[in-house]
T-cell receptor, first 113, second 116 residues
């Protein structure tokens, strides 16, 4: 089955700096890669996603890059703010089966004011 | 965006009792919903796939008689933890896919279950 590894497990940055979280996946058939943000005591929230036919996607301060050959994808957050502090999960799935996604172990991001 | 409502947000119950958790898709129809369990500082573990009008599909190691899932309508799935024990204490989360925006998943706010 699919295996998703996420690094780092914790990340601390100063407000205004950039943060990068990386994930690798094992199944070359995976073609949908979402990123979720989870705040304490709440459910995950989809923040950005990318499909395998695209190499990069941007949404304001958030961007995701995908390298299909190397089987890794990354989340980039620029101009970080304290409210970006949360746990971020990457995931990988095949076809229209996002619910059967394999999740990474999560990265706890702390943005220091 | 699509909204998934989950209730209750937290529940405390005595050992041996049953607890029902509801998951509703508010502005879209969901033929499939998913139930996860999450332990502190860990990732989401898929428990089962809830299929509207049919039986749920459980992941390996998840007891179907312990975690009853009902998906009677296109907007509601329920998870009942039967004869709860302290080891069932956990954060339970549901999600639903909105096909109107592809296979994107939208999550409920989660339910913290504490069994005394």
């Amino acid at each position: 089955g699919e295996n998703v590894e996420q690094h780092p497990s914790t990340l601390s940055v100063q407000e205004g700096d950039s943060a990068v979280i990386k994930c690798t996946y094992s199944d070359s058939a995976s073609n949908y890669f979402p990123w979720y943000k989870q705040e304490l005591g709440k459910g995950p929230q989809l923040i950005i996603d990318i499909r395998s036919n695209v190499g990069e996607k941007k949404d304001q301060r958030i961007a995701v890059t995908l390298n299909k050959t190397a089987k890794h994808f990354s989340l980039h957050i620029t101009e970080t703010q304290p409210e970006d502090s949360a746990v971020y999960f990457c995931a990988a799935s095949k076809g229209a089966k996002a619910g059967k996604s394999t999740f990474g172990d999560g990265t706890t991001l702390t943005v220091k004011p | 965006g699509a909204v998934v409502s989950q209730h209750p947000s937290w529940v405390i119950c005595k050992s041996g009792t049953s607890v029902k958790i509801e998951c509703r898709s508010l502005d879209f129809q969901a033929t499939t919903m998913f139930w996860y369990r999450q332990f502190p500082k860990q990732s989401l573990m898929l428990m089962a796939t809830s299929n509207e009008g049919s039986k749920a599909t459980y992941e390996q190691g998840v007891e179907k008689d312990k975690f009853l899932i009902n998906h009677a309508s296109l907007t509601l799935s329920t998870l009942t933890v039967t004869s709860a024990h302290p080891e069932d204490s956990s954060f339970y989360i549901c999600s639903a896919g909105d096909r109107g925006v592809g296979e994107k998943l939208f999550f409920g706010s989660g339910t913290q279950l504490s069994v005394l």
